[in-house]
T-cell receptor
């Protein structure tokens, strides 16, 4: 199975400051159809996960534009340009290129 | 609005069975792959199974192969997960999700396997 490695494990951030989460896969996520199926999810405390980004850099409907995704091949990044209080939670990357889909271990974002 | 509502969780003894259901609304259910993803208490996410639009193609994570069966009824806009020979390590919140890319999630249903 493809191993997804996220860093850091925990990310204390000051309100209004940027945050960045890294995700690396154990093999390339470029699919035979040319797409890269790398998604990012947010899970707020006590809630179900919510998809933020799909295929590396596409924001889902209703996701604030302070969230952005980038990367290629095996290295990917989720950036929050200015952290707000509602961004507290755990963030997961997930690859859907190779079966079974696999998730990173999660990065906990908290306010300093 | 996409809605996914899971049900069927509960407490079961090791070796027992549970049948989970997911009622879908707000989208054309028969047009989408559907997935089950689980989360053990205090842990991360694990993809369990998915099924294609007409139910002819199914995939399972190795740890549940031969024990879990995913199915769907497009006439009822419903997704199912039959879980047999349950183990303690199957204890988790089970989420129903839309699509192979897991675009939308339900609220989850908790399955506890314990004696």
């Amino acid at each position: 199975d493809v191993v997804m490695t996220q860093s850091p494990l925990s990310l204390p951030v000051t309100l209004g400051q940027p945050a960045s989460i890294s995700c690396r896969s154990s093999q390339s996520l470029v699919s035979s159809d040319g797409n890269t199926y790398l998604n990012w999810f947010q899970q707020r405390p006590g809630q179900s996960p919510r998809r933020l980004i799909y295929k590396v850099s596409n924001r889902d409907s209703g996701v604030p534009d302070r969230f952005s995704g980038s990367g290629s091949g095996t290295d990917f990044t989720l950036k929050i340009s200015r952290v707000e209080a509602e961004d507290v939670g755990v963030y997961y990357c997930m690859q859907g290129t190779h079966w079974p889909g696999t998730f990173g271990g999660g990065t906990k974002v908290e306010i300093k | 609005e996409v809605q996914l509502v899971e049900s069927g969780g509960g407490l079961v003894q090791p070796g027992g069975s549970l049948s989970l259901s997911c009622a879908a609304s707000g989208f054309t259910f028969s047009s989408y792959w559907m997935s089950w993803v689980r989360q053990a208490p205090g842990k991360g996410l694990e993809w369990v199974a998915n099924i294609n639009q007409d139910g002819s193609e199914k995939h399972y994570v190795d740890s549940v192969k031969g024990r879990f069966t995913v199915s769907r009824d497009n006439a009822k806009n419903s997704l199912y997960l039959q879980m047999n020979s349950l183990r303690a390590e199957d204890t988790a919140v089970y989420y129903c999700a839309r699509g192979a890319s897991v675009a939308n999630w339900g609220q989850g249903t908790l399955a506890i396997v314990s004696s």
